[in-house]
């Protein structure tokens, strides 16, 4: 029987290999199934992808493949991993698999790395899993969505009512999917293809996660140097495209770039609401500030085949406000990165209560937070006590004074952010912000820092400060 998404498609007569160019299937069948796809074959393992999505061998030492990077991804010095990836050990070094993990842990972008040795085999993600890894143990099959998953039609999970998924009154969350046998794998944990089970890999439990107010001049330099250098290499490597609204994060990304937004090929931004209709405005007084063009996508209406589409591609995964954009969206330059600062929000503390700042974790806003429970009142929200406690107590108690910041990073980004960012098939996403350490140096600002929005003004004044006159939406 052939997946769920190519019956989808063909039930439709909609184009598999174009819908699903940027998604991929690994398992433990080496047969060809997915039509137009290219495969890739090592220790008992296949992955099938999509012709959009960037595949690299992962090498050892003795240039011998140990597995695949898929995606897109920075070094840890900010240079783009362009043929291969290699790992400073041979594959049957005992300390192969730490320093594997250790080479992941340091890589920022879009990816996800599949480690294939006769002895281990694992599979890692991005910080926030922008490229999402799903997964039934039973049937050993790995994939980006839960159509490349199943061969059946969905079974569904009480917890999350399809209806409830796809309306938004839920947001799904704690590794569960609309599917009874599909779970996900949660960021900054690694699925072990044996065993099937998630074992976390960062934070270490080693070292501290907080910094003192003294120290926040240093951390945002280093921030602002780091982002500055991913962003030049983004937009020198590929062509980019930067959404350009009235909020700080994209007016960050610009004073970032300063130096170099030739290198950037065009600046944009799409109307489709209001807000948005507010956004374009400032977007273009912005830039022409700078004397550069902004271009405006305006409001097209998304038909039945385009709405349909983006639920299949993401799985009936989740819901975005943004999905009344796709006709706006899949009007941008075919293949050109998009560059987003989504994961910023960390830099303004954007899932505290100001009244909550310094306390212990409160488990109620904890599990408000996430999205999981249907309404917001307290006698639903505590039934979601159990699991969240269950996250929390893998959560590395030296991450507990941030349990907020890794609860919006590990359990709501990936299905809220993850899984409609992989759905645009004609145009990639990156978030420059999505690195371990970067994150490492926002959540290490304290909270009531962080929450008077003063850590991006700091950044924009460092950059180009002529940026901070201009009013923010």
């Known amino acids: 029987m052939i997946l769920l998404a190519e019956q989808k498609c063909n039930q439709r007569g909609r184009d598999f290999g174009l819908l699903f160019r940027n998604q991929y299937i690994l398992s433990r069948s080496s047969k060809r199934e997915h039509p137009s796809w290219p495969k890739k074959s090592l220790n008992g393992w296949t992955l099938n992808h999509g012709t959009g999505l960037h595949i690299m061998e992962i090498l050892d030492t003795q240039a011998h493949c140990t597995g695949f990077l898929l995606g897109h991804a920075l070094a840890e010095n900010s240079t783009l991993i362009r043929d ?3 790992v400073p050990a041979h594959r049957s070094d005992p300390d192969f698999p730490a320093k594997f993990e250790n080479l992941i842990a340091d890589l920022s972008g879009k990816y996800v790395a599949i480690c294939l040795t006769k002895k281990t085999k694992r599979i890692y993600g991005d910080p926030v899993s922008d ?3 799903l997964f039934d143990a039973k049937a050993r099959r790995v994939a980006s969505s839960i159509g490349l998953v199943l061969k059946r039609e969905i079974r569904p999970n009480p917890l999350f009512p399809v209806k409830n998924v796809i309306s938004g009154i839920q947001i799904l969350s704690f590794g569960q999917t609309v599917d009874l046998s599909v779970n996900r794998v ?5 699925l072990d293809l044996d065993q099937f089970d998630l074992n976390r890999f960062w934070p270490s439990e080693i070292g501290q996660l907080t910094a003192s107010r003294e120290d926040t001049n240093e951390i945002i330099d280093e921030i602002t140097t780091r982002l500055t250098a991913h962003l030049k290499t983004w937009s020198s490597e590929f062509n980019c495209v930067l959404p ?10 610009l004073a970032c770039a300063s130096d170099f937004l030739d290198n950037i ?7 489709f609401n209001n807000n948005t209709k507010r956004d374009a405005k400032t977007g273009n007084m912005i830039l022409a500030s700078l004397g550069i063009p902004y271009k405006q996508y305006f409001h097209t209406k998304a038909n039945s085949d385009q709405i349909r589409d983006m639920r299949l591609k993401m799985g009936w995964s989740g819901y975005r406000g943004e999905l009344g954009a796709i006709g706006c969206i899949e009007r941008y330059p075919m293949d050109h990165i998009i560059l987003r600062g989504n994961i910023m929000g960390l830099l303004r503390a954007n899932q505290y209560r100001r009244d909550k700042i310094g306390g212990p974790p409160h488990i109620v806003h904890g599990i408000r937070r996430t999205g999981a429970a249907p309404l917001a009142v307290r006698k639903k929200i505590l039934e979601w006590e159990g699991p969240y406690r269950a996250w929390l107590e893998k959560l590395p108690q030296n991450a507990h004074q941030r349990v907020y910041d890794f609860g919006w990073i590990e359990l709501l980004l990936p299905n809220h952010q993850g899984t409609y960012i992989t ?12 690195d371990r350490r970067l994150i490492h140096l926002a959540l290490s600002l304290p909270p009531e820092i962080r929450i008077e929005n003063k850590i991006y003004d700091e950044i924009i004044r460092r950059c180009h400060p002529e940026l ?4 923010f939406n």
């Open 84 to 86: 291969a990836l290699c």
């Open 131 to 133: 490229i999402p890894i």
């Open 186 to 190: 949660l960021p900054n944990h690694y």
């Open 244 to 253: 350009i609204t009235g909020g700080r994060d994209s007016r960050t990304l």
């Open 265 to 271: 090929r065009e600046f944009s931004g799409h109307r």
């Open 423 to 434: 759905a645009m098939h004609r145009t990639p996403f990156i978030n420059p912000f999505n």
């Open 468 to 471: 901070l006159e201009l009013p």
